[in-house]
């Protein structure tokens, strides 16, 4: 599968933006999904995942509550929403995912098998 994300910009701090991942081919709906993001100089580091049937979804703690994943497997996209964000959250956001049939529950950068590009978020504050 591929992955293209696309929707980063420069925000204010408090403002919000609206991630896409759209992916190719006709198996979406059998991959889940994650998003991750590298900070200049820091590792990559888990941000969201979201089950391939979109019922499960898990997030790091320092976006729990601001941040939603979502997917609609019929336009074969997922999607981040990122509100309330602040300076911190600037980043370069990379989508990323892993078939069904790899049964963990962790969400390390080696669990993901397939990787987008990347899409620049910079907050202003």
């Known amino acids: 599968v591929q992955l293209q994300a696309s929707g980063g910009g420069l925000v204010q701090a408090g403002g919000s933006l609206r991630l896409s991942c759209a992916a190719s081919?006709?198996?979406?709906?059998?991959?889940?999904m994650g998003w991750f993001r590298q900070a200049p100089g820091q590792e990559r580091e888990f941000v969201a995942h979201?089950?391939?049937?979109?019922?499960?979804?898990y997030y790091a703690d320092s976006v729990k509550g601001r941040f939603a994943i979502s997917r609609d497997n019929a336009k074969n996209t997922v999607y981040l929403q990122m509100n309330s964000l602040k300076p911190e959250d600037t980043a370069v956001y990379y989508c990323?995912?892993?078939?069904?049939?790899?049964?963990?529950?962790?969400?390390?950068?080696?669990?993901?098998?397939?990787w987008g590009q990347g899409t620049l978020v910079t907050v202003s504050s």
């Open positions: 979201i089950s391939w049937t979109g019922k499960g979804t």
């Open positions: 990323a995912a892993r078939h069904l049939t790899k049964a963990t529950m962790t969400f390390t950068r080696g669990s993901y098998d397939y």
């Open positions: 081919g006709r198996t979406f709906s059998s991959y889940a």
